[in-house]
């Protein structure tokens, strides 16, 4: 055996870098190519809890967790029955539509935390994927087209809750 399993993993020079950044203040010491030790002093200190996100808008977090295991179970009730059954071509074509757009919102939606106003961009997200989503399922689902009148106001919403990411 020509060595360790994880020799490869030390002898990287990016697992060497990382391993080398500190975790406080403090002197950093680490040696040269020809092998003198060097030490610098640590100015900035990157936190360990790097990303300080506020606990209302963590809550949005957990929403797009729900929301991406719906689109998941919605696109297998898809694959495996919905798609199989002999409904029209434009209700399959719906269903698909609401369902990308339920799993690309879903994943915008981990975005909101981050931005500048968290409170509005994941109301509008939020309440812009069910209008828009939840319409299109409807229609797809039923063949009813009550709801449909719905669905451009659930697509303005995303519109704007996209901007409100944005700025």
């Known amino acids: 055996m020509v060595g360790d399993n994880y020799s490869w993993l030390w002898n990287n020079p990016l697992t060497r870098e990382v ?12 040696s040269d190519k020809r092998g003198h ?11 360990t809890d790097m990303l300080n996100i ?5 809550w949005f977090v957990r929403v797009a967790g729900i929301s991406g295991a719906a689109a998941v179970a919605l696109s297998a009730y898809g694959a ?7 409904y029209p071509e434009e209700l399959k074509q719906v269903y698909e539509t609401a369902n990308r757009f339920h799993f690309l919102h879903t994943l915008a939606l981990l975005g909101v ?8 961009a ?6 812009g994927t069910a209008i828009f989503c939840g319409t299109c399922y409807f229609y797809a689902l039923t063949g009813s087209k009550n709801v449909r009148q ?11 809750g996209w901007l409100a990411m944005a700025l």
């Open 150 to 160: 719905y669905t451009p106001y659930g697509g303005m919403m995303l519109i704007i």
């Open 37 to 47: 030790q060097v030490v610098e002093k640590v100015v900035e200190v990157i936190p």
């Open 122 to 127: 994941g109301a509008l997200m939020i309440t």
């Open 54 to 58: 506020p606990s209302y808008a963590r």
């Open 80 to 86: 495996h029955v919905f798609y199989r059954r002999e």
């Open 19 to 30: 391993a080398r950044c500190p975790k406080r203040v403090g002197d950093l010491i680490w």
């Open 113 to 120: 935390p981050l931005c500048k106003r968290p409170k509005l």
